[in-house]
């Protein structure tokens, strides 16, 4: 089970911290991404990280502004989004891939979390 946190209400320019707390099972062994979900748009690849941490991958959308890192002794993968736009606003979901590498596609993540909603007022 992936559980997601931290979403929020904020300005333009501001920053938020997404957490997504593994329990049930460890996925220290497998990648893990985030991906995000605005009103009658499809779901978007954000962001993901190998399962040591050493390779990440960021969207374009959000390359520079937002950085994913992870702490395999507590199970959770973070989301730091600063120079946040109103375009950033979605649902903000955490997934795990049963696989190695930095995988981009949503059909290559097998476990989903429940999502955190992110709204930037502009």
């Known amino acids: 089970q992936l559980q997601a946190s931290g979403g929020g209400l904020v300005q333009a320019g501001g920053s938020l911290r997404l957490s997504c707390v593994a329990s049930?099972?460890?996925?220290?062994?497998?990648?893990m991404g985030w991906f995000r979900q605005a009103p009658r748009k499809e779901r978007e690849f954000v962001a993901t990280i190998s399962w040591n941490g050493r390779s990440t991958y960021y969207a374009d959308s959000v390359k520079g502004r937002f950085t994913i890192s992870r702490d395999n002794a507590k199970n959770t993968v973070f989301l730091q989004m600063n120079s946040l736009k109103p375009e950033d606003t979605a649902v903000y979901y955490c997934a795990a891939a049963l696989r190695g590498g930095i995988p981009q596609g949503p059909d290559e993540y097998s476990y989903w979390g429940q999502g955190t909603l992110v709204t930037v007022s502009s």
């Open positions: 049930g099972r460890t996925y220290v062994s497998y990648a």
